[in-house]
């Protein structure tokens, strides 16, 4: 499969993976059943390894490891960041108000890995 076609499906992930978390959140504040479905419980699981699978890949293509580049160990920080944050938001955290605040401020990395993508540059400045 070639780079292009790769950061393509990455992209994808990235997109589903942030609307699903969007959602459950949007549930999670509505106490919905919907959260209780299976396909809501696995779907997460199967989008999410797609989105490590073709970041790993896409990186063994360019030989570019997070490490030896700045913007590669940002995503990665941002993204460890973002599931510790969105299992609070959506199952650890102790009170409605923990959970909102970490699912909003998932958001706000998420939006910020999205950004460091575009950019290569953790500071933003392209
Ligand atoms: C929530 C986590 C992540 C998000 C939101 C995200 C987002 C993105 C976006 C939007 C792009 C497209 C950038 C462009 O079009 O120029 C991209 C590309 C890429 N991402 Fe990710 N990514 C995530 C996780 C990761 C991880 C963990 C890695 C590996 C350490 C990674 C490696 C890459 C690589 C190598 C590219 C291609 C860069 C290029 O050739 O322009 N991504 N990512």
Known sequence: MSYAALKIIHVISVIFSYLLFMLRGI???????????????????????????????????????????????????????YIILGMMALRFGKSRKIKIISWITAQIVFFYIVLVALTKNPTLIS
């Open 27 to 81: 549930w999670m504040m509505q106490n919905s059943s919907i959260l209780q479905r299976r396909w809501v419980k696995i779907l997460p699981h199967v989008i999410d390894t797609v989105l490590l699978a073709s970041a790993v890949t896409l990186v063994t293509m360019i030989q570019q490891y997070p490490g030896m580049s700045a913007w590669l160990s940002t995503k990665i920080g941002g993204l460890l960041l």
